[in-house]
């Protein structure tokens, strides 16, 4: 895997201090991920705009099976399904960002060195705390990491790194939805429709502002 | 007369050559032609048709990383920009200085019509205050002509792009003439409690201005008015403006419009110039020098074919450089020529930038509706602080305007990101509702400001470096004054006030004027650097972009700009070339050229 390693020794080590001991960590991955290579052109300064994109086709995705598994459950524990839409990871969001943490640009690059140590540490949590991988544990089991790491303000010093990857792959997963069709009507996007006119606010609106 | 080979220009002859395609390009080849000159134009990159190339309806999910930018697509993946941005591969400039608050960045597009694919279609005039600056502060140059000599200008430009706005007849914010304009949008929901709150404080709120067509262009009337006793140039303008449809309200301007409701030189200028058949244009044509006849007139231009490195050499009766300010610079520089004042490079200016914004509780979880519109501005603040600026109340000489905006607009990476400062951070169905909560309840004001012309500010070639084609490449020297940073602040502290007259809140306090302002060159509004006047000792052209020195060789582009009000400079850059144009058509009548 692509990333420096004195920040995976310095991930490793915050895992551990979360930990009774070192011997619960169990979790030694095999081809986490593979390299984003040195010499990756992405699109270009002119690429075709008419065409369909999908992640894969700019530059290879690069998430292992394993990482693949964490990013699926930590996706769906940010954005669960409810009343308004389904779960992030079956509308493309695992994909997404793999595409954006494969990506040769450098925040692309800069936010790979942050996500995957992270989700490395979060395999590591869970399987300290309740022997088993992230995506195999209960929900409850899962909301108790969770809880300490939501919050970048308010998390121990022990977890701050961790809450500063939580806030980042939010973010990504956020994006990720939001911009998928059912992502923007579940928000409340109902744009982006040719139109005759254009109305305005409706008086309801105008009301409750107190405009009207 | 079309689009063709640089080889095939070789052998032809043309009255004037004009280089550069974006809206000084496009403004002069338009005006030129109709009018029965024969041109060619030069562009350096490559050829553009926005009605097969344009992105309509595409959402952010359609795109690599969600259309976020990247250093290939500075704006975003869908921005209609091609090989451009602050920096071009192979097209190197650089900075005399490694302090960040002294460098210029500088952004290009190598595409036809150039930047106007991409730009915000923002068309305001310059104000009578704004023509003779240094007569009411003591600051900076006064125009060789006055508001007057240009409104005629403004109306024709506006009439002919397309403008929507409204007369509210404010201080130093001219009125178009009856019925230039079009009618304005309708303002969205955050416009009018914007305009409510900032309305307690005495800042006002008005219909923007914006080459956007809110209706269809009245074909019948208004080429009459263009072109006077000129059957053929009304009749080619009336059929190109029945085929510009009006804007159907969905889709950001910044990718292009493949229906033709906004202005960009390749779907409006463009046109009809290559209908009168008076036109040819050459792509991937990069201009490296004006040649000198002996006689000390403009012969024609070098240029390098971007696709083979060729060199190749024209000659017109005139020549005009509509490079954008600063490659015109840059060609001037490299010719040697028109600089026997030494001016050509000095006075450049950005526009001052600011920006602020904050989340309004009162606009959380409105009922949904839609809220594109015609993509920005549908209200804006222009400068209010006229008086108390020149009682000296406020500390820096020049004004600014609010461009600003919220509600719901298409999701991208973004939307819902950031949200700790308010939830304090959550996951989970907690989040989902968050997300729906604060969609839609922010509110951004991007104040851009005058900038004044000052001896720090200036551009040369770089002793050392060249770019790929071996031509010497500009080297940027910068500095704000204490009016500009004054001016960043103000803008910060008085978005926060109007915020704060809102009810909402924001994540961070409004900060000095160094903190606040944006890099120049950040807001790619550069002008200057030939500046027009009456002495030509002290300037570049004359008030027709004429140059001193060499009396066949106009500039047309922003490089003229004597100063930059904080009107966005493009509406005015398309004003001055139709007048120059007008001139050169003259002249050329007289055999003066």
């Given amino acids: ?212 | 007369m079309s689009f063709i080979s640089a080889a095939e220009a070789d052998n032809n002859t043309y009255d004037v050559i004009v280089v550069g395609s974006g809206a000084a390009g496009g403004q002069t080849a338009y005006t030129l032609t109709m009018e029965g000159a024969r041109v060619l134009m030069l562009e350096a990159g490559r050829r553009y048709e926005p009605a097969t190339e344009t992105p309509m309806l595409q959402t952010n999910a359609d795109a690599p990383l969600r259309g976020s930018g990247t250093p290939q697509k500075p704006f975003g993946f869908w921005d209609a920009t091609i090989d451009g941005g602050w920096d071009v591969p192979g097209e190197p400039y650089t900075s005399a200085s490694d302090d960040p608050a002294r460098k210029f960045v500088w952004w290009r597009a190598r595409m036809l019509g150039g930047r106007t694919n991409h730009w915000g279609r923002i068309s305001l005039r310059n104000g009578p205050y704004d023509f003779k600056p240094h007569t009411r502060d003591g600051l900076g140059f006064d125009w060789p002509i006055g508001y007057n000599d240009l409104a005629p200008y403004y109306d024709k430009v506006e009439m002919l792009i397309g403008v929507y706005g409204a007369n509210d007849g404010l201080e130093n914010t001219p009125n178009s003439s009856p019925g230039v304009l079009l009618p304005p949008p309708k303002p969205r929901a955050s416009d009018l409690l914007i305009q409510q709150r900032a309305r307690k404080l005495n800042i006002p709120a008005v219909a923007g201005h914006r080459a956007v067509l809110t209706k269809a262009l009245d074909h019948k009337r208004l080429p009459q008015i263009l072109h006077p006793g000129n059957a053929k140039a009304q009749k080619i303008l009336s059929e190109d403006m029945q085929k510009r449809a009006a804007c159907f309200f969905a889709t950001p301007c910044g990718r292009g419009c493949s229906i033709r409701a906004n202005y960009q030189s390749t779907t409006v200028h463009l046109p009809p110039a290559l209908d009168t058949g008076n036109l040819d244009i050459v792509t991937d044509a990069m201009v490296r020098a004006i040649n000198k006849r002996p006689d000390g007139k403009a012969e024609g231009v070098t240029y390098i074919d971007r696709k083979t490195g060729a060199e190749h050499r024209v000659k017109a009766r005139v020549v005009v450089l509509a490079a954008s300010a600063l490659e015109s610079v840059r060609i001037l520089l490299n010719s040697g020529v028109a600089n026997s004042s030494g001016k050509v490079g000095k006075y450049i200016m950005d526009t001052v930038g600011a920006n602020f914004s904050g989340q309004v509780p009162m606009l959380e979880n409105l009922p949904l509706h839609n809220e594109d519109g015609v993509d920005g501005l549908h209200l804006y603040t222009p400068w209010w602080l006229y008086k108390e600026q020149l009682a000296g109340k406020l500390g820096f000489a020049r004004g600014y305007h609010f461009e600003f905006g919220g509600g719901r607009t298409m999701p991208g990476m973004g939307t819902a990101a950031g949200l700790d400062w308010l939830n304090g951070g959550t996951y989970g169905k907690k989040f989902k509702e968050d997300a729906r909560r604060y969609y839609g309840s922010f509110v951004g004001f991007a104040g851009r400001g005058e900038m004044i012309p000052n001896d720090d500010c200036y551009a040369e070639l770089d002793p050392k470096v060249k770019d790929r084609f071996g031509i010497p490449v500009l080297r940027f020297h910068w500095k704000w004054s204490q009016h500009e940073l004054g001016q960043a602040a103000h803008m910060q502290k008085t978005a926060a006030e109007i915020i704060d007259a809102m009810g909402g809140r924001y994540s961070m306090k409004p900060q000095s004027g160094e903190k606040a302002i944006k890099q120049g060159g950040i807001i790619i509004h550069e002008v200057g650097g030939a500046i027009m006047g009456n002495d030509p000792k002290k300037s570049v052209t004359d008030s027709f972009g004429r140059c001193w020195d060499m009396k066949n060789l106009f500039i047309t582009d922003g490089a003229t700009l004597c100063s930059n009000a904080d009107k966005n400079p493009t509406l005015t850059i398309m004003a001055l070339a139709w007048r120059s144009s007008e001139r050169m058509l003259e002249l050329m009548k007289r055999k003066e050229l």
Wanted: proline fraction near 7%; hydrophobic fraction near 45%; aromatic fraction near 10%.
């Fill in chain 1, 1 to 212: 895997m692509s990333m420096d390693r004195r920040t995976t020794i310095k991930w490793m080590l915050a895992a551990a201090a979360t930990v009774p001991s070192l011997q619960a960590i169990a979790y030694t991955p095999q081809s986490f991920a593979l390299d984003v290579k040195a010499d990756q052109a992405g699109y270009g300064t002119d690429p075709d705009l008419t065409k369909e994109w999908r992640p894969g086709g700019p530059w290879p995705l690069t998430l292992g099976v394993d990482a693949r598994l964490t990013t699926i459950a930590l996706c769906d524990l940010i954005i669960p399904a409810d009343d308004h839409s389904p779960a992030a990871s079956s509308v493309g969001v695992v994909d997404f960002i793999d595409e954006w943490i494969s990506a040769p640009y450098p925040q692309q690059r800069a936010d790979r060195e942050i996500i995957l140590p992270g989700l490395m540490w979060i395999e590591a949590e869970a399987r300290s705390r309740f022997a088993k991988a992230f995506a195999a544990v209960t929900d409850a089991q899962r909301a108790a990491i969770a809880n300490d790491i939501c919050s970048a303000g308010k998390a121990a010093t022990n977890f701050a790194v961790a809450a500063k990857f939580f806030a980042k792959f939010r973010d990504l997963t956020a994006g990720g939805f939001y911009t998928t069709p059912v992502g923007m009507k579940d928000i409340g996007y109902v744009g982006n429709v040719p139109l005759e006119k254009f109305d305005g606010p409706p008086l309801e609106v105008l009301k409750k502002l107190g405009l009207a």
